[in-house]
């Protein structure tokens, strides 16, 4: 069955750092696109990246851009996020997710990783 | 970047019955529409794309139409397992952008 687990959330301050990853299992993920979406608390669904298959292509939100990066090891199966500069507008869970294959919808998620940014 | 706009942002309705929820794009994205379904605490989970093509395991009371800039999901015979807070998402270009979100209650 395809997966994927994130880790790496937790409490920082403003103005740190953080990464965040996101292991995938059950399915080739060297040949997925994937993303990171985040969920601000009692908010809705906001898209931040997406990196393709082979790391050749990247977008960020304007929100991120600058501060976050997106990338990946196919070889260990794995995506990440580092979070530069986190201000108190970053606190959310943040979910990786894949993009269906040959396709660009998303159609697996992971369960999220929440990282709060708070003095 | 395309905004997409959703309505209505909350709705209540009772078992058996039916509601539709709407997203409208800024720009033509074609029939780029994924809709999604989302539980406390858990996350989202696919059921339309295409616009109209239901994800592998999804109930066919789920239903969705449009093309262009205006799209349509229908839930019918409403089942208890339906009331959760729904979202469209354009995948026509990056930025992805999402709607608000429509909290759906049970009446």
């Known amino acids: 069955e395809a997966q994927l687990v994130e880790s790496g959330g937790d409490l920082v301050e403003p103005g740190g750092s953080l990464r965040l990853s996101c292991g995938a299992s059950g399915f080739t993920f060297s040949s997925f696109n994937m993303n990171w979406v985040r969920q601000a608390p009692g908010r809705g669904l906001e898209w931040i990246s997406h990196i393709s298959y082979g790391s050749t292509v990247i977008h960020y939100a304007d929100s991120v851009e600058g501060r976050f990066t997106i990338s990946r090891d196919n070889a260990r199966n794995s995506l990440y996020l580092r979070l530069n500069n986190l201000r108190a507008e970053d606190t959310a869970v943040y979910y990786c997710?894949?993009?269906?294959?040959?396709?660009?919808?998303?159609?697996?998620w992971g369960q999220g990783t929440l990282v709060t940014v708070s003095s | 970047d395309i905004q997409m706009t959703q309505s209505p942002s909350s709705l209540s309705a009772s078992v058996g019955g039916r509601v539709t929820i709407t997203c409208r794009a800024s720009h033509d994205i074609s029939n780029y529409v994924v809709w999604f379904q989302q539980k406390p605490g858990k996350a989202p989970k696919s059921l339309i794309y295409a616009t109209s093509s239901l994800q592998s395991g999804v109930s066919s009371r789920f239903s969705g139409s449009g093309s262009g800039t205006d799209f349509t999901l229908t839930i019918s015979n409403l089942q208890p397992e339906d009331f959760a807070t729904y979202y469209c998402q354009q995948y026509k270009s990056y930025p992805y952008t999402f709607g608000q979100g429509t909290r759906l209650e049970i009446k």
């Open positions: 997710a894949r993009e269906k294959y040959y396709d660009y919808w998303i159609d697996l």
